[in-house]
């Protein structure tokens, strides 16, 4: 009982108590080359333009959204994972067609060959 009765004391003694003014916290600014040099240290990649993009990139550094992407991923089923799948596996094809055809060079054709190959 004499516990309680100390608690509302205390609590009526901070009600009636005048409270101190706070203090306006200091702003802190920084240069811009510490800013750049700060952007570059926590995104790797180097300011743009547009300053939504840098705050995406920082906002895509500073999160944890790669550990959400992959527990959704792993949540998902697999019909819902598959138009992924498969725009994986055309990229996939096409990376390699572009490898096969990095070495070949496509004759040039004279007017008449090409008219031959438009009437078949």
Request: glycine content about 2%; some cysteine; charged content about 35%.
């Amino acid at each position: 009982m004499a516990w309680i009765l100390k608690k509302l004391y205390s609590v009526i003694q901070n009600l009636l108590r005048p409270k101190k003014p706070q203090k306006p916290q200091k702003r802190v600014t920084f240069s811009e080359s510490t800013l750049m040099r700060e952007f570059r240290r926590r995104t790797g990649q180097e300011p743009t333009i547009d300053p939504f993009l840098n705050f995406l990139t920082d906002l895509r550094a500073s999160t944890n959204l790669p550990q959400i992407a992959m527990r959704r991923w792993r949540k998902m089923s697999d019909a819902e994972k598959a138009p992924y799948k498969t725009l994986a596996k055309r990229a996939q094809l096409k990376r390699l067609q572009a490898k096969q055809n990095k070495g070949r060079k496509e004759k040039k054709k004279c007017c008449c060959c090409r008219a031959k190959s438009l009437k078949e």
